[in-house]
């Protein structure tokens, strides 16, 4: 159950190689998490991963090698999670590709690839596991949008569309779901360094995997229905929302 | 891809004979929510109905009175909730001897105001009149007067259990190990319908209050240890935010019911009447709270200077003295959204330094915290799970918000089970379940007690999945700790 102070004692990582997912869990193994399933496409990041949260004292930690694409597999791979832990606290929803820019810009099949790892895959997946959150009349759904999504930026437009298709998914849910007793938190960070970003030069601001845990940990804490990591980025997007296209060209990053 | 429409859920439906609700509940902090089906049975029979219909469905139940209880003891995540409140009749009673037989959703504000005219009073009261006797005996609560009278269930003489195997008569002699499993069971062991309850002759209304300051931990101990069986009530306020020197300085007002002849002017012309009143009701749920550190410090320091140094034997409406907050109504929404959390834990006298440590850390991490309570226990009842037992015990309200608040109370639960203590049930709503054995070491006694009314674990509420409270197949009985007091080992609990 999530106790008082939003902490989970159960957990379900779709996605569980993601270096923000690990650090998450990681963070989370410190305080109460006794159930975690982690779900990914690679078997052996996933090993790993598992490997590490048994040695940081979770208490059962399992495996599950599932695509975010196969759609067919998201509806059995919510009810077998159900199943093993009794009550789902927590579905980190962590799946996310950067795909590369200049390919998808000419190439269809590339598009459509981070588009449905990033978007329509995994809003499917949340549907199912949304159902399960539903019947159980509690638990939370963490998302992991970006700040890529909130105003796409023409270097990266297909991940920002991907991101914002997401995020924009995800406040309906959370909307769906407030009767429910169930909950989303949509986390938006800025540029973190991950595998992901590797090779890239740090846009401004950039952060870590580990503060991003941090922020998404204080937004368990007050059931947040939006997490900006780092936290300032609200105001700097706010801001950023509105200034007329010629002038956001110009914007680093 | 669909997406779900606004609204579209609909709780699953239940038939369960009775009419239901689907409501989003949480506990007197105002924490952790979670939804469930809720029935408000009129009778005992439509409670078997809605048990019958939830095994059939695989739902959990679990009862709920006037959800007082700080946490996620009085609701299950999917499950059924049982109301009881609409069962809470008077259905017998006997005021030569001082018996009332009342059905479990009646409110012992409820009971107060029709017996305190008749001169009777309740044996046991907790800090509100608004709790349930149904309540009141699933977490065997206590009064300021455990040192003298014990906790709530030793005044119970029988209840009436509705179980998912049926419903039967219980008393302390026909089945010791159902009654006590059930005084301070969390509602965990079935749905009390009706209990006989002892009451306690009063002659008037009023209460002679003492009140003394204590100028820091080790006096405001020492004044308590010495003197309070000289009292039937005791109970010392402490300004948990002072600090140094002051540490632990507190407020002790100790009290008796006050006779006849210690009454004069209009007390005396209507010695029993009893009509409190909520004077003011806060309306609205301020988000981010009104209570911070400052604001509560403010409290605090004004508080313990307006008490007199020492009075003796001032009268007190017995509202004043044992329910001072029951005037401010819904008084847990100035804790703003994220709510709060209460921490009560009991440490055994020989352990008064996790007490000092445990209000220490609390004092140098400046949370909002409002006055705690310090109390001294007698010996234990037999119940495995009952909180109370020789020692003391201290609570204290702490904003959800807080920074660092968890970290610092999981820290704070190892003193305390170090120490031999444990945490109060109907308080907590953080507790990890790994500490739970060593400060409950009868639980596989109390579980084997519940499992047998309820095999199939169908009793079951947050507060259980949450510590595991609730397991089929318990060891074997020849492990079990030892009966009677519950023994304080720790040993193996911490590594
Ligand atoms: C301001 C305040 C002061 C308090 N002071 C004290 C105090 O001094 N001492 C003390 O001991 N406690 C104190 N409490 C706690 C309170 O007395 C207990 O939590 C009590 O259980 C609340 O009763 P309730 O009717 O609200 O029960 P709920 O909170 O609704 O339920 C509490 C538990 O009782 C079970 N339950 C309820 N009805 C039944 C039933 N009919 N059959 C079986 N199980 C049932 C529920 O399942 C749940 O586990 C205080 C609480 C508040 C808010």
Redesign the interface.
């Known amino acids: 159950m999530n106790n008082a102070l939003g902490m989970p004692q159960t957990a379900v990582v779709l996605g569980g190689t993601s270096d923000i997912a690990r650090s998450v869990m990681r963070a989370l193994a410190a305080r109460r998490m006794r159930h975690v399933v982690l779900a990914g496409r690679d078997e052996a990041g996933l090993e790993g991963a598992a490997k590490e949260l048994k040695a940081l004292g979770v208490a059962s930690v399992e495996t599950i090698t599932w695509d975010v694409i196969d759609e067919e597999a998201h509806t059995a791979l919510a009810q077998d999670v159900a199943g093993r832990m009794g009550q789902v606290d927590l579905v980190l929803v962590a799946v996310g590709v950067l795909g590369n820019q200049d390919v998808c810009e000419s190439d269809p099949s590339a598009t459509a690839s981070v588009l449905s790892t990033n978007f329509t895959g995994l809003a499917a997946a949340m549907v199912a596991f949304a159902q399960i959150l539903r019947s159980q009349g509690q638990g939370r759904l963490v998302v992991l949008s970006s700040v890529a999504g909130v105003r796409v930026r023409r270097s990266n437009f297909v991940y920002g569309a991907s991101k914002a298709g997401l995020d924009a998914f995800a406040q309906g849910l959370a909307e769906a779901l407030r009767p429910t007793g169930a909950g989303v938190t949509i986390v938006r960070p800025g540029w973190v360094a991950t595998r992901m970003t590797a090779g890239r030069s740090p846009a401004p601001m950039a952060t870590t995997p580990e503060s991003v845990a941090a922020d998404i940990i204080r937004g368990l804490e007050r059931r947040a229905d939006v997490v900006w990591s780092p936290a300032s980025l609200k105001v700097l997007f706010a801001v950023l929302r509105l200034l007329p296209k010629s002038v956001w060209r110009l914007v680093p990053g | 891809?669909?997406?779900?429409?606004?609204?579209?859920?609909s709780s699953?439906n239940m038939p369960t004979g009775v009419p239901t609700t689907?409501q989003?509940l949480t506990g007197w902090?105002r924490?952790?929510?979670?939804?469930?089906e809720v029935a408000r049975p009129s009778k005992p029979e439509e409670v078997q109905q809605v048990l019958a219909a939830a095994a059939s469905a695989g739902r959990a139940v679990v009862a709920r009175g006037l959800a007082r209880s700080y946490?996620?003891a009085a609701q299950s995540?999917?499950?059924v909730v049982l109301d009881t409140t609409a069962m809470n009749a008077v259905h017998d009673s006997d005021l030569e001897a001082g018996w009332v037989r009342v059905g479990a959703g009646a409110s012992l504000d409820a009971l107060m105001r029709s017996l305190v005219p008749k001169g009777w009073w309740v044996p046991v009261t907790p800090g509100t009149r608004y709790v349930t006797v149904g309540g009141a005996i699933a977490a065997d609560i206590h009064g300021k007067n455990h040192h003298r009278d014990g906790s709530f269930c030793s005044h119970v003489r029988s209840l009436t259990l509705a179980t998912p195997t049926g419903t039967r008569e219980i008393t302390p002699e026909n089945d010791a190990e159902l009654f006590w499993a059930t005084a301070g069971g969390m509602g965990l062991t079935g749905i009390v319908l009706e209990a006989t309850i002892q009451l306690l002759r009063i002659e008037t209304a009023y209460m002679l209050v003492d009140t003394e300051r204590a100028t820091d931990l080790e006096d405001t101990m020492a004044r308590m240890t010495a003197r309070d069986d000289e009292y039937r009530y005791s109970v010392a306020w402490i300004d948990c935010l002072a600090r140094g020197r002051r540490l632990g300085r507190a407020v002790l007002t100790r009290a008796e019911h006050a006779d006849l002849a210690n009454l004069s002017g209009s007390c005396a012309a209507d010695p029993l009447a009893f009509d409190p009143r909520v004077l003011l009701e806060v309306p609205v749920t301020p988000p981010g709270g009104l209570l911070n550190p400052l604001t509560v410090a403010a409290f605090n320091e004004m508080w313990y200077r307006k008490a007199p140094r020492w009075q003796a034997q001032k009268p007190e409406t017995l509202a004043s003295y044992f329910h001072p907050l029951d005037a401010l109504g819904s008084w847990n929404r100035l804790y703003g959204s994220?709510?709060f959390?209460q921490y009560q834990f009991i440490v055994p006298f020989d352990a008064e330094d996790a007490l000092r440590v445990v209000l220490e850390r609390v004092s140098n991490a400046r949370t909002a915290s409002f006055l705690a309570v310090l109390k001294r226990f007698a010996e234990a009842n037999p119940g495995p799970l009952s909180f109370p037992s020789a020692g003391w015990t201290l609570a204290l309200d702490i904003p959800?918000?807080s920074p660092g608040?968890?970290?610092m109370l999981?820290e704070l639960d190892v003193v305390v089970a170090e120490a031999g203590g444990s945490v109060y049930l109907a308080k907590d709503?953080?507790l990890?379940?790994e500490l739970l054995g060593a400060m409950y070491p009868r639980l596989d006694e109390w579980r084997e007690a519940r499992n047998r009314v309820d095999p199939d674990c169908r009793l079951t509420s947050?507060l259980a999945?949450?510590l595991g409270l609730v397991e089929q197949g318990v060891a074997p009985r020849q492990f079990r700790a030892r009966r009677g007091n519950r023994p304080r080992s720790t040993a193996g609990a911490h590594r």
């Open positions: 891809m669909s997406e779900p429409k606004e609204g579209s859920f699953p689907h989003i902090g924490t952790a929510p979670s939804a469930a946490g996620d995540a999917g499950g994220r709510g959390v959800a918000g608040l968890g970290n999981d709503s953080r990890r379940p947050d999945r949450r």
